[in-house]
């Protein structure tokens, strides 16, 4: 008996606690969502490259208005893209991930499109900030773009759900309301 025969491991050895996984997939992210977050990433982008490209400004707090927006866009919609995309969607579960999204996509769409209009504004007219705050204006279409194309889809489920009755009602002609065996 001192071989250990008799004690051998009555139990199983403890799970270990999944890993989060640092790769990327984009299961979470539908065909035209993933082409809005594209096409928002790449006109933020593009409007922070024309921006900085800018070398002489008149009246330059309209400019560094555009910049502080555009780029704050560009990081924010990234950072959005990359909870989508990695374990953070499970982790912070997909009511929250919607919500923000669309409560950011929505402030983003916003001031990116006042942030073009000022520019506009107070632009020295160079092709260059021609060339920003057009992609300014572009991108900001897409943001709202996007928040209202998610706010006529939850109207659209709103409606579904509350067309829908569990018990439709009691009608005269449905077949459950007939009697059983005809009386004479």
Known sequence: MENGAVYNETTEPQAKSPRLSLGCTLR???RWRLATKALQTILSLLAVICE????????CSGLYFFEFISCSAFL??????GVYCTGAYETFGEDKVQKVNSWAVAVIG?????????FTATSSGFAV??????????????FLAEFIA???YHWN???????RSENPGNTQTATENQPLNKQS
């Open 150 to 152: 998610e706010l006529i």
């Open 129 to 142: 900030e021609k060339a920003a705050y057009v992609f300014g204006f572009l991108a900001s279409t897409a």
């Open 28 to 30: 979470h992210l539908g």
């Open 52 to 59: 900085e490209i800018v070398a002489d400004c008149m009246n």
């Open 76 to 81: 924010l919609n990234l950072l959005i893209l």
């Open 110 to 118: 916003i001031l990116f499109l006042l942030a073009s209009i000022v």
């Open 157 to 163: 489920q709103k409606q579904k759900t509350e067309g």
